[in-house]
Nanobody
Framework: QVQLVESGGGLVQPGGSLRLSCAAS????????MGWYRQAPGKERELVAT???????TYADSVKGRFTLSRDTAKNTIYLQLNSLKPEDTAVYYC???????????????WGQGTQITVSS
């Protein structure tokens, strides 16, 4: 089992910044991709950003140029820097990680509990 612990959410004014962290722990063999998704009230969960073990990043168009995802592979931790926040960024942000238990097994995806970000004046 892999546990994901998220931190860093909160209330911020439009134009402000936040930093989210997500640390994976447990019986880890290899964490391949990690990422952040978000879900606003009444909407489906959507991709925010992902990062591979080789540090290749992918961003949703809506956050490009404002959000930056980084990774400390040795610590199985990712960081999402959110700048120039907008009210439409308000959502619960979920961390996920693809865990490879052994070389012959497909990855298993784990999710964190979610952290609320509210952008409001």
């Amino acid at each position: 089992q892999v546990q994901l612990v998220e931190s860093g959410g909160g209330l911020v004014q439009p134009g402000g910044s936040l930093r989210l962290s997500c640390a994976a722990s447990g019986n880890i063999y290899i964490i391949s991709a990690m990422g952040w998704y978000r879900q606003a009230p009444g909407k489906e969960r959507e991709l925010v950003a992902t990062i591979t073990r080789g540090l290749t990043t992918t961003y949703a168009d809506s956050v490009k140029g404002r959000f930056t995802l980084s990774r400390d592979t040795a610590k199985n931790t990712i960081y999402l820097q959110l700048n120039s926040l907008k009210p439409e960024d308000t959502a619960v942000y979920y961390c996920n990680a693809d865990h490879i238990l052994n070389p012959l097994s497909p990855p298993v995806t784990y999710w964190g509990q979610g952290t609320q970000i509210t952008v409001s004046s």
